[in-house]
Nanobody, 124 residues
Framework: VQLQASGGGLVQAGGSLRLSCAAS????????MGWFRQAPGKEREFVAA????????LYADSVKGRFTISGDYAKNTVYLQMNSLKAEDTAGYYC??????????????????WGQGTLVTVSS
């Protein structure tokens, strides 16, 4: 499975961006797709995730109400709509897949596949 993240860029505080994560290669009917982020000097942290079966979602408290994760499974793509961006949202954003999972985990170690990351910079 290959994951390709895109959509990052430079935006002013209060602005919006939509990240995309396109999956290719071997496909699975059951998986969790997650978004994580990592700021310079900090550990990678969970942002949001969605289950392929049922479309259940989970968000980090820091982004709840501002970010929305969704999936277009006909296109094998998961999106992260980010609104009301803050300077503290500045980070590299990574998508990841936990194949075979029915429940969402915030633990980076359970995700088997990772995209290359896309940089989001929010200017204050």
């Amino acid at each position: 499975v290959q994951l390709q993240a895109s959509g990052g860029g430079l935006v002013q505080a209060g602005g919006s961006l939509r990240l995309s994560c396109a999956a290719s290669g071997r496909t699975f009917s059951t998986y969790v797709m997650g978004w994580f982020r990592q700021a310079p000097g900090k550990e990678r942290e969970f942002v949001a995730a969605i289950t392929r079966s049922g479309g259940l979602t989970l968000y980090a408290d820091s982004v709840k109400g501002r970010f929305t994760i969704s999936g277009d499974y006909a296109k094998n793509t998961v999106y992260l709509q980010m609104n009301s961006l803050k300077a503290e949202d500045t980070a590299g954003y990574y998508c990841a897949a936990d194949v075979g999972a029915l429940r969402i985990s915030k633990n980076t170690r359970v995700y088997e596949y990772w995209g290359q990351g896309t940089l989001v910079t929010v200017s204050s």
